[in-house]
Structures are given as C-alpha cells and as structure tokens.
C-alpha cells in the first residue's frame, strides 16, 4: 500500500508563497503519475496541477496556471507544489494523488477517480 504524506501546509496572508511536499517512501515512485487536488469547505474537490511520471508534462487548473508550479523529484520520491501569489479562495485542504495507471496528457489525468492513492490533506489558508 503506498503511502503518501503531504507537508507544508498553514497559514498565509494573500499575496504571499507557500510550498507543498507530498512524500511516498519506499516505493518505486517513478511508476506514479502524481497530482494535486484541493477541496474548500462546502465544495466539491477539484483538480489543481498533474505531472507525468518522467516530470516532462505537467498541466494545471485554468485557477492556478501561472501562479502554481508542480514539480517531482523521483530519487527523493517526493512531488513539490510552489504556489505563489496566493488569494483568499485558495484556501482549501490540499491532497495529494497517485496514479499507477494514470496519463497526464491532453484532459487526462485530471479527474480524481484516475489517482489510486491519495495524502491525508494538508489544510492551507489564506487570509485577506
């Protein structure tokens, strides 16, 4: 069973950057496509960012293209989530997902049902 464990998580005024980890130890983590989704209280989760497998292709919600960046380091097992510029309707609990069978290509990869794991959440506000 994988297990994926996301930090970086808090509070930050809007405008201001925080950076999310979600770490899988102990697996080959370079078969994963790997992504992030967020969900705001009383909403449904959403799609934030993919990246494939390799790191060549990432893709973003239309929400945080420009201000977010995903990024994956496969020797330390580890997908990265820089965001910057943050605003006050970012604030959600941010998950991260792995899909063993997932494709982050054209609108693939983006819906939840195709990541098979899935982080406990790391809460990120944003106050104004």
């Known amino acids: 069973q994988l297990q994926l464990v996301e930090s970086g998580g808090g509070l930050v005024q809007a405008g201001g950057p925080l950076r999310l980890s979600c770490a899988a130890p102990?697996?080959?983590?370079?078969?994963?496509?790997m992504a992030w989704f967020r969900q705001a209280p009383g909403k449904e989760r959403e799609f934030v960012a993919a990246?494939?497998?390799?790191?060549?292709?990432?893709y973003y919600a239309d929400s945080v293209s420009g201000r977010f960046t995903i990024s994956r380091d496969n020797a330390k097992n580890t997908v990265y989530l820089p965001m910057y510029s943050l605003k006050p309707e970012d604030t959600a609990v941010y998950y991260c997902?792995?899909?063993?069978?997932?494709?982050?290509?054209?609108?693939?990869?983006?819906?939840?049902?195709?990541?098979?794991?899935w982080g406990q959440g790391t809460q990120v506000t944003v106050s104004s």
């Open positions: 997902a792995a899909g063993i069978t997932a494709v982050v290509a054209g609108k693939a990869g983006r819906n939840a049902y195709e990541y098979d794991y």
């Open positions: 102990g697996c080959t983590f370079s078969v994963f496509a």
């Open positions: 990246i494939s497998r390799s790191g060549g292709s990432t």
